[in-house]
């Protein structure tokens, strides 16, 4: 039986299918959607190229930016979601970390009976060096996962 379905969305075209996906499983079941976003902690994800020209402000203003750019693409999902169908019961997370592990722990944390993530996502350079997330997330989730193309 599917209650929970958590649903992975970065703002990418194949995340919004996703996202789809995600929604007719629920409905089709009577399940909840939980759309996770996970940013990137600033150190993570992007190293400036000369870090003693930036001051601890500006990397507050960039982390803050970041954040606000992050809840912009949940919010967008959210809206959709509900619009889309209203009937379904859809609640939002934001978490910071690496994005598989980030995907994996909240399924776990969640007790999420499936998770759906998009093929690929926004980060393809990342995935050349570090590997694909849908993978790693496939491989190391606790329930059955859908990869949508």
Do not use: Q, W
Not at 42 to 55: D, F, H, K, L, R
Not at 74 to 92: D, G, I, Q, Y
């Amino acid at each position: 039986m599917i209650r929970n379905v958590l649903v992975a969305v970065d703002g990418s075209e194949n995340s919004e299918r996703a996202l789809d996906f995600a929604l007719d499983l629920a409905e089709k079941y009577g399940a909840a959607v939980t759309v996770l976003n996970v940013s990137e902690s600033p150190a993570m994800g992007a190293v400036p190229i000369e870090p003693t020209t930036i001051s601890g402000e500006s990397m507050v203003m960039f982390a803050k930016d970041l954040r606000r750019f992050h809840e912009e693409i949940l919010s967008k999902a959210v809206a959709h979601a509900r619009e889309v169908k209203p009937n379904v019961s859809v609640s939002s997370k934001l978490r910071e970390g690496n994005p598989a592990l980030e995907i994996v722990a909240e399924a776990k944390e969640d007790g999420v009976d499936v998770v759906v993530v998009g093929h690929r996502g926004l980060s393809r350079v990342r995935e050349l060096f570090l590997g694909n997330i849908s993978e790693k997330v496939a491989h190391s989730a606790p329930c059955p996962v859908v990869i949508v193309r």
